[in-house]
């Protein structure tokens, strides 16, 4: 874990990201803050169920 939050920072210092996209089933319970460093963690899984139950209450 402390070495994806380093690359994280160390990211967002040298390429200015603005996001880091967690498009794994493992990424997420590994990266469960929300954000680190002010730079916010995108679940693609919660996105997507989220976007599924929308979608069926619509």
């Not at 996209?21 to 679940?43: Q, R, S």
């Amino acid at each position: 874990k402390a070495g994806l939050l380093a690359i994280v920072a160390r990211l967002k210092d040298r390429a200015g990201i603005d996001g880091v996209i967690l498009a794994g089933t493992e990424l997420p319970l590994i990266l469960h803050e929300g954000e680190h460093n002010g730079v916010p963690f995108l679940n693609t899984t919660r996105i997507h169920c989220q976007a599924a139950v929308e979608m069926m209450f619509s």
